[in-house]
């Protein structure tokens, strides 16, 4: 069967009632109409899975062979923001409940929603901007919703699926069909943080072969939320203008706009080796602007059309596991300084990673990762250099069975930015989790990483799964 690479919102009385109809009813009955079962989270309006350090996250619904009954958790999450103006910038209760059953003849199905009430959005009315409110206050999610389907020697997968080609640590490289709920930056869990598509899948397996096939026809990409947000991907200022933000322009849900691609893999005396090719409407919004006056600046986060080329490799060592990513990324729209009419210059690029990764007998591990983003013949007014590199380290250790420490450190070599972020993991009992830790942010405030320097906060978690 499928290989399983793991890990839209509407106001919680609408999202209630149709994620019940939704396990009462086959998934393609759920929806009264497209706009429904197609929809994204409404940033617009105004007014255990894989992580990327490879460990499962606890107490997520599973997606594995054989699950039957009602799977999911619920989770408390607050967050104190520190920095700047002292805030409290999440009280977050989330519920996530799925189910997945068989139709016989080898057709399976399964049904995950999410539902998010965030509490904090209430108690800082002062602080946040009303569309800030209105777009974290509540959310329900359709995290997976699909069929699998046996045909001939493909293995078929139709409906809202999470499909994953890259698993870095810290950051996202070769995982390029994935979008994101960037609302937190990469503070979430990546099993949570990933936003699925709508997608048909086939998959093919022959021997140390294996071949994938996506189309996806109505397109998910990265939610940045509202400006105002603790995290919204603000432009570097000009000296004299006042900016200002419109939503964000998704695309529309039409089958003209879909993306499609292919992935090619095979093991080759230990080494995990694989190719793709992926054509389509970049999850990554690109800051267009227009100059409403002398004085100020209209940006609008547009999503274009790019081509991407990517491989990946892994191969166990035994005393160390070795991992590789690069993207070859063309046609990319990125900011310049110089006085073009939108502001943007279309940019060919490579992102790479090289991450290490090595297994103590003290249940300790270490992971150490260099990556880049090298732009082929550079425009000379691009704002980012022509080599952004950095580096990320990850520690993790277990005291005992129950108490787990973890440390992640990425850090520019370029700007000299950096995020830490040190957490610690108390396993109460079998089905119930508790973290404490923070995320912090510092070092060049135009930098990728430092320009939520006013954004550092501390958090507590507690979860229960069934």
Not at 39 to 55: L, R, Y
Not at 432 to 454: I, K, M, V
Request: proline fraction near 5%.
């Amino acid at each position: 069967m499928m290989r399983r690479s793991f890990p839209s919102f509407r106001r919680v009385p609408l999202a209630a009632l149709t994620f019940a109809a939704a396990c009462a009813l086959s998934p393609a009955q759920a929806a009264d109409s497209l706009d429904d079962l197609f929809a994204d989270p409404p940033a617009e309006t105004d007014g255990k899975a894989k992580q990327a350090d490879g460990k499962a996250a606890d107490g997520a619904a599973s997606s594995g062979e054989g699950m039957s009954g009602w799977r999911g958790f619920s989770q408390f999450e607050l967050a104190r923001t520190v920095s700047g103006d002292s805030h409290w910038s999440k009280a977050r209760w989330r519920n996530e409940l799925g189910r997945s059953g068989s139709f016989g003849q080898g057709i399976k199905w399964k049904a995950v929603g999410r539902i998010d009430y965030d509490l904090a959005y209430g108690w800082e009315n002062d602080f946040y901007p009303a569309a800030v409110r209105d777009d974290r206050r509540s959310e329900f999610a359709w995290r997976e919703v699909y069929v699998d389907m046996p045909v001939g020697d493909v293995e078929l997968r139709l409906g809202r699926q999470h499909i994953v080609w890259g698993e870095m640590v810290g950051l996202f490289f070769a995982d390029v069909v994935s979008a994101r709920d960037m609302r937190e930056f990469f503070t979430q869990e990546f099993d949570q943080q990933r936003i699925p598509q709508w997608a048909a899948r086939a998959e093919y397996f022959r021997n140390d072969w294996r071949a994938e096939l996506i189309w996806v026809p109505y397109v998910s990409v990265d939610n940045i939320g509202r400006f105002g947000g603790d995290f919204y991907p603000t432009q570097p200022a000009i000296p004299g203008v006042n900016a200002r933000y419109e939503a964000q322009q998704r695309p529309d849900s039409k089958l003209s706009n879909s993306n499609y691609g292919l992935r090619v893999g095979t093991l080759v005396k230990g080494w995990d080796l694989s190719a793709f090719y992926y054509r389509s409407l970049d999850v990554n919004p690109t800051f267009a602007r227009r100059f409403a006056s002398p004085t100020t600046v209209i940006y609008t986060p547009e999503h274009d059309w790019i081509h991407q080329y990517g491989a990946t490799l892994t191969k166990d060592f035994g005393s160390f596991l070795l991992r590789a990513e690069g993207v070859l990324t063309r046609d990319r729209r990125l900011p310049v300084s110089s006085a073009l009419p939108d502001g943007l210059v279309r940019q060919d690029m490579v992102d790479y990673a090289i991450g290490l990764d090595f297994p103590f007998q003290n249940e300790s591990r270490f992971n150490i990762q260099y990556f880049e983003r090298y732009h082929i013949d550079r425009n000379a007014d691009l704002l980012a250099s022509k080599r952004e590199n950095g580096m990320a380290l990850l520690y993790n250790h277990k005291f005992d069975e129950r108490l787990e420490g973890e440390m992640l450190w990425v850090q520019s070599l370029v700007r000299n930015d950096y995020m830490f972020r040190p957490k610690l993991i108390w396993r109460v009992q079998s089905n119930w989790r508790a973290q404490f830790g923070a995320d912090l942010f510092g070092g060049n405030p135009n930098g990728y990483f430092g320009r939520f320097g006013n954004s550092d906060r501390y958090y507590g978690e507690l979860r229960y799964s069934f």
